[in-house]
């Protein structure tokens, strides 16, 4: 069990080193060679950095001081000592791989900004999706999704808008704009890789004939369904209503499943994330396996009905 534990908090910390350093790709390949700005703490160093030549990651460090001691007040202890590891991972990294902004290997400052979005923001998914961060607004982004329940790359977006505002009188109005575009693209992506790329499909289905369709879906596309009961608006008649969550690739089949049945049941098809479970995320017994227990255990209790009201008679 100890061994386990050790072993999901390696793969875990693992995991928040490597976005870190796929942010610091991010900066050095792409950003600070084009001469854009991002926002947040790392953004404010990267003024100073353009302005006096400070490393970035020094300044990012001792910069974040004061909200290390934030994130200790409101999240407690270990989401401290995550935001410290993640801050000083970040910051050693950013310096560590300065080299990398010598190679400029993109004039083009679009390009420069979409693809140093693309790092910076599947970097901090990453990291976000270990539930830790790098500091700076991340702490501040936390703290409003814990209160308010807002996305965390759109709360960023919104703090790092205001400071890339900020600087448009210091580096001009296009480098800005190419910022902006810079700063969505990453904030689009740790909204995504956040929640999960893998996304599967939920789907409702009301129909009579319901109990069939669930037969066939778990026959054929081996996925389990839940029956929820339901009633009509108007009449108020009681309804059918099959829920299922199934992969994009299964879907199809579960449409032409539904047509069969009944081409004219209600069905409605939607994204969801972060689905866990057996069957998901845990391994789960085949439908034959699964069948022929539900076999066994109606038999004995129709054997016990049976008995027991022999007994009875």
């Known amino acids: 069990m100890n061994q386990n534990l050790w072993r999901k908090h390696a793969m875990r910390y693992f995991q928040i080193t490597l976005g870190c350093l796929l942010v610091c790709l991010g900066f050095n390949l792409f950003l600070i060679p084009a001469h854009l700005l991002t926002g947040g703490i790392s953004g404010v160093a990267l003024i100073i950095y353009y302005l006096i030549g400070l490393p970035v990651g020094m300044q990012n460090l001792v910069y974040n001081l004061p909200i290390l001691y934030l994130a200790y007040r409101v999240f407690g202890r270990l989401y401290a000592a995550d935001t410290i590891f993640g801050t000083v991972a970040l910051s050693v990294f950013l310096d560590a791989t300065h080299f990398l902004v010598d190679w400029s290997i993109c004039s083009d400052p679009m390009l420069n900004s979409i693809f140093g979005g693309v790092l910076a923001g599947v970097g901090f998914g990453m990291v976000f999706r270990a539930n830790a961060n790098t500091g700076g607004l ?142 998901f995320t845990l391994a789960c017994e085949s439908y034959e396996d699964a069948r022929r227990k539900w076999q066994q255990t109606h038999e004995k209790q129709l054997e016990f009905e049976q008995l027991h009201g022999r007994r009875e008679k």
């Open 138 to 279: 991340d702490v501040i982004a936390a703290v409003a999704k814990k209160y308010y329940s807002l996305d965390v790359g759109t709360v960023v977006f919104m703090l790092n808008f205001l400071i890339i505002m900020g600087s448009v009188a210091l580096f001009g109005v296009e480098v800005a704009l190419f910022s902006i575009v810079s700063i969505y693209v990453t904030a689009e992506l740790t909204n995504r890789v956040a929640a999960g790329l893998n996304r599967e499909k939920s789907i409702l289905i009301v129909s009579p004939q319901a109990k069939a369709i669930c037969n066939d879906i778990m026959e054929n596309v081996h996925r389990g369904a839940t029956f929820l009961d339901g009633r009509g608006g108007l009449a108020e008649e009681p309804k059918n209503i099959l829920f299922v969550v199934v992969s994009l690739t299964q879907v199809s089949r579960v449409k032409t499943i539904v047509s069969h049945h009944d081409p004219q049941a209600f069905m409605i098809v939607s994204d969801t994330s972060e689905v866990s479970g057996k069957g």
